[in-house]
């Protein structure tokens, strides 16, 4: 009987996560776009060297950008358009350099010093 009290007592709600969970709080996005537009916009602070995250700045962050309009996908080529591509320029690179030691000039030939 105890047993079935201690499984039915709700764990509490936890108010601080580590930077990883909150990634996967909010989906898993790539570590570079987390850490460099998500995480300023949370609310987090260093405890010795590690970084907490609120909770509830998480959830604050999921609602302002649900309220926000969303955005509409343009269609690059409307129905009955004809399809659009960008024209491609020719190449005007110079090409690349040879690797490894350079050949020797070639000598020039009897014949055409003597005429």
Do not use: C
């Amino acid at each position: 009987m105890i047993a079935d009290q201690i499984k039915a007592t709700p764990e509490p709600e936890r108010l601080l996560v580590r930077p990883r969970e909150a990634r996967e709080m909010l989906g898993n996005p790539s570590v570079s776009f987390f850490w460099g537009r998500i995480l300023p916009e949370l609310h987090s602070f260093l405890h010795g060297k590690a970084r907490w995250v609120e909770v509830q700045s998480i959830r604050d962050y999921v609602a302002r950008h649900l309220a926000e309009k969303p955005r509409r996908f343009t269609v690059p080529n409307p129905p009955g358009e004809p399809l659009r591509r960008p024209r491609r320029r020719p190449r005007i690179d110079p090409p690349a350099p040879r690797r490894g030691r350079p050949r020797k000039a070639a000598a020039p030939t009897e014949a055409a010093t003597v005429t």
